[in-house]
């Protein structure tokens, strides 16, 4: 079975505040394959960022009987996975807990049906901005890491998500940077 990861990160510089420049990165690898997206928008916010990198990401792949597993350090992607948030906003008629309209419904709409448009998708989190020179914190980020997603990943393949993470973000920057 073809396993495709995609690493994405979103980011806004300014968020909640009036001309603010958002950018997003995702990064899909395959084998020795590797491909690299991003964008950047103005006057967003953070979440958008994150959904949009999410969206692009799997937009970009044009097989579907495939696995994908994406990693995220954004916690409102993941959690809507992981926690099924969507499927009760569905029958809530797209109102969360607080009975209040899902922010970004839109966004969370066509994700959805991007993730169902594959033979599986799972959704991970991790660490933003863990820096692997810091043993202490790269060993602790590393066993919550494998712990709070029912994972066994080696050290050297916790790495290279982490990597990949970094360069989501760098390229979430490079989009804003564009913009500037």
């Not at 916690?75 to 797209?94: E, I, S």
């Amino acid at each position: 079975m073809k396993i495709v990861k995609l690493v994405c990160d979103g980011g806004c510089s300014g968020n909640g505040k009036d001309g603010n420049l958002g950018g997003w990165g995702a990064v899909l690898v395959y084998g020795d394959h590797q491909k690299e997206l991003y964008g950047s928008a103005k006057e967003t916010t953070n979440n958008v960022m994150e959904l949009t990198a999410a969206i692009s990401g799997l937009s970009a792949l044009q097989q579907k009987d495939i696995v994908v597993n994406v990693f995220s350090d954004s916690a409102y992607v993941v959690n809507c996975f992981r926690q099924n948030w969507y499927t009760k906003w569905q029958l809530n008629g797209w109102r969360n807990s607080k009975k209040e309209p899902v922010e970004n419904r839109e966004l969370w709409e066509s994700l959805i049906a991007l993730t169902h448009s594959f033979k599986e998708v799972h959704y991970y989190k991790i660490k933003g901005h863990l820096d692997p020179n810091k043993k202490a914190d790269f060993k602790k980020w590393y066993t919550k890491f494998n712990a709070a997603n029912g994972l066994n990943y080696s050290e050297e393949a916790f790495l290279e998500i982490v990597r990949l993470n970094h360069l989501a973000d760098a390229l979430a920057n490079k989009g804003m940077d564009e913009i500037r």
